[in-house]
Each structure stands twice: as C-alpha cells, then as structure tokens.
C-alpha cells in the first residue's frame, strides 16, 4: 500500500512541478468534465418528454 501511495505522491509532485503536465492535467479533467455534460445532454434530448394528459392531450410527440 505504501508503494502505491508513494507513487500517487510522485505522480503529483511531477505534475506540480512541470507548468505543462499541470496544463495538460487540467485540460484532461475539463475534457472529462465537458465529454460527461455532453453525454448527459444527448441522453435527455433522446428522451420522449413526458406530457400531463391535461396539458398535452392533442400533443402528436416530438415534431421530428
């Protein structure tokens, strides 16, 4: 276990050390970040809303 902290440690202290692995380490966990919101988007809008029978009862679904 202690090898595996050490290396989490190293790994960090690199990164800290490096202004470009710092970059790249941020722009990693933003792209991860945008890839999930995007992902999360595309699987609502394939969704069928779902319509109150008293608001939506003349409603033919999404006009695609």
């Known amino acids: 276990m202690a ?3 050490q290396s ?3 790994f960090l202290s690199a990164i800290a050390s490096n202004p470009a692995y710092l970059l790249l380490f941020i722009a990693l966990i933003i792209l991860l970040m945008v890839a ?11 969704q ?17």
């Open 3 to 5: 090898d595996v902290w």
């Open 8 to 10: 989490i440690v190293d």
């Open 36 to 46: 999930i919101v995007v992902h999360h988007i595309r699987k609502i809008r394939n």
């Open 48 to 64: 069928e809303p779902w319509i109150h029978q008293a608001w939506g009862a003349n409603w033919k679904g999404r006009g695609r």
